[in-house]
């Protein structure tokens, strides 16, 4: 805009163009041109603009309301009947599925193994993540073929974790016969059908599974931290582990709680992985079913669609419950530039 | 599916000064560092890869081997079983669907995203916000809290067994973490350039054809690939959409065919390797781009 000549051109085009305010602006003032076309825009009439919103977020609203919105809401509604799933539900029952639910001990039961998975989750991946990030994230040779491969697990879809798991885990399977061939045998172990200790490979898979997640967000998080900062602590002679104490985690802080969010969300969702390798049947007696298991096994396979439906809405209260006392209580500050950036 | 889709939320502003120039910069005197930390890395991207590494080099066994030795390498190697599995028409059908759902998917996804994203974060009007923020709350309805009712409802429009019947609640799902990752992307194009757009007589569509969409290119890609990916592994949703065999996908395929020939371990692990092929190959290779452009991106 300093450029005489430039802001010539850029008048003259202008008061050609169609904007019917823009010959009026005279070529003397640049300071103003900037807000003159925004000005002509708005000018050019609400109707049009509000065509252009309606067009363009149109076919994104309905659908999203169509096949998300509506659905949870049918879920919902559902809940209140019993309800085998054929014709329109008629026996209206009121709260009596969620009075049952709450006296339901196999529910009782899923719940805490969500609660377990969730909390174990957590436990496990979050200090393993920060420490391999801390670690991955000196200079060192292949990093983003580092990157790449860590990534693995988290890419592949979770019907090929778990047919490879369950292959790898039977009895007879690759895990025990290399446990008892580098002479550690008594560590053997009947991984996916021994009751007490199903829930353990569970955790263990999804960690494995997930961890390569948390370990990327990580880093993306410790590489935002400006170089200055470590230069300068560097500077005033503080050592490796003051400088990670003092500067690197309070600045990963919103990473790491943004990952905890997902974390959480997604421990208390767990389907794909138990489904496939354990089914609906097996994974209640090895004692690894989840809430959205529990969810289809009563609703699909069982025929109650009704109390199926108040399952997947006691569950979304939990995950929501859980949302909002998690963004009240550790994410306000974080969520703030997320959510108010895109009100703004 | 929904941690992919809100990680990668967070991508925009988190990795934009990640490698490219950093590396560039820090690492032309390349100095290898640590061992330890190399020894680590090692070990963790050990226990990363073993067991899909597993299932890979497990294709290349045969059955015997497999029962006598699950843990060992194959001796000989032999390429049958990803042979047959090459050339069974059930696996090319499967992945004909599979890429059929995926591209379509993503495409949706990426059209009504970059539609809505450019409204929410260049218009100025009343129910902007209202708009964003129903939005957002997406994240936290997962597809398999709603299952069954979506399932009445594209049983109501007459889509089961339809392709249509995944790709459209695909998209509709997808739509959240689209907004959200493309919403602070299209509003740091600085508005200098919708101005030029102006001036040069081009009204807001204009803008949006001519700059807004090559402009956002690194962010469509991103959102595309995750698009992709996520289509492309997921379970619930064909799992009660599709019922016939024709119409599987591949993750509905790799269930089917390892009941089908659970006898056939060695047959499965080469038709589940096959399977994870393509998700893998296209973030690999999309993986640095990913990063590159939302660093070379525009910014206000």
Not at chain 1, 31 to 36: H, N
Not at chain 2, 205 to 212: D, E
Request: glycine content about 10%; overall charge positive.
């Amino acid at each position: 805009m300093s450029n005489p000549l430039g802001t010539d051109t850029a008048t003259g085009r202008r008061s050609r163009g169609a904007s019917p305010v823009g010959g009026a602006a005279p070529a003397t003032a640049p300071a103003t041109a900037p807000a003159t076309p925004r000005a002509a825009v708005r000018r050019r009439g609400r109707g049009k603009t509000r065509l252009e919103i309606a067009v363009l977020s149109g076919p994104a609203i309905i659908m999203f309301l169509a096949f998300v919105v509506f659905p949870v809401a049918l879920a919902a509604y559902y809940g209140f009947y019993r309800w085998h799933g054929y014709g329109a539900p008629t026996d209206w029952v009121g709260l009596n599925n969620y009075r049952l639910i709450l006296t339901d001990h196999a529910f009782q039961q899923v719940l805490r193994h969500s609660f377990l998975i969730m909390v174990l989750s957590l436990l496990i991946q979050g200090p393993l993540a920060i420490a391999l990030a801390l670690l991955l994230n000196q200079r060192i040779r292949g990093r983003s073929l580092i990157r790449v491969l860590i990534f693995v697990p988290y890419v592949i879809s979770e019907v090929v974790v778990g047919t490879g798991w369950s292959l790898m885990l039977q009895s007879n399977g690759a895990l025990n016969d290399l446990l008892r061939s580098s002479g550690l045998g008594f560590l053997q172990a009947d991984w996916l059908s021994n009751p007490k200790l199903a829930i353990w490979t569970l955790i263990g898979i999804v960690s494995w599974k997930y961890i390569g997640f948390a370990v990327i967000l990580m880093l993306a998080g410790l590489q935002s931290i400006p170089d200055e900062l470590f230069e300068a602590a560097q500077i005033d002679g503080a050592s490796y582990w003051q400088i990670q104490r003092r500067i690197t985690l309070p600045l990963l802080g919103p990473t790491i709680r943004i990952w905890a969010f997902l974390s959480i969300i997604g421990s208390l969702q767990l389907f794909d992985l138990v489904y496939i390798i354990w089914g609906p049947y097996v994974s209640g007696t090895a004692g690894t079913s989840t809430m959205a298991i529990y969810m289809v096994a009563q609703g699909r396979n069982a025929g109650n669609y009704g109390y199926g439906n108040a399952i997947a809405v006691v569950m979304f209260l939990i995950s929501l419950v859980v949302a909002l006392l998690y963004q009240r209580f550790v994410l306000r500050r974080d969520l703030q530039g997320a959510v108010t950036e895109g009100v703004s | 599916m929904s941690a992919t889709a809100a990680g990668s939320w967070l991508s925009p502003t988190a990795e934009p000064n990640t490698p490219v120039d950093r590396s560039g910069r820090r690492d032309t005197p390349q100095k290898w560092g640590n061992p330890f930390t190399y020894f680590v890395a090692l070990l963790f991207i050990g226990v990363c890869v073993a067991p899909v590494l597993y299932i890979v080099v497990g294709g290349f066994r045969t059955n015997s081997q497999i029962t006598t030795n699950p843990a060992a390498l194959p001796h000989p190697w032999v390429a049958g079983n990803y042979a047959a599995v090459l050339r069974s028409t059930t696996f090319w059908g499967e992945f004909a669907n599979s890429v059929i759902v995926a591209l379509a998917s993503t495409a949706g996804i990426v059209v009504l995203g970059l539609m809505v994203s450019f409204v929410i974060a260049r218009y100025d009007f009343r129910l902007k916000g209202a708009m964003y923020s129903l939005f957002a709350a997406g994240l936290m309805f997962p597809m398999v809290i709603a299952i069954t009712p979506l399932y009445i409802v594209i049983k109501d429009l007459g889509l089961i067994d339809n392709l249509l019947g995944v790709i459209v609640p695909q998209i509709a799902f997808g739509l959240p973490m689209t907004v959200i990752i493309l919403v602070p992307f299209l509003r740091a194009i600085p508005n200098e350039i919708e101005e030029a757009t102006a001036i040069d007589g081009a009204s807001r569509l204009g803008f949006f054809f001519r700059m807004v969409i090559p402009l956002s290119l690194p962010g469509v890609v991103t959102v595309g690939i995750l698009a992709f990916v996520g289509s492309w592994n997921n379970y619930v949703l064909p799992l009660y959409v599709l019922n016939a065999q024709a119409n599987f996908t591949l993750p509905l395929g790799v269930q089917a065919f390892s009941s089908q020939y659970s006898t056939d371990t060695a047959k499965v692990l080469a038709f589940t390797s096959l399977a994870m092929l393509p998700a893998l190959v296209v973030f690999s290779v999309f993986e640095k781009r990913i990063v590159g452009g939302l660093t070379g991106a525009v910014k206000g």
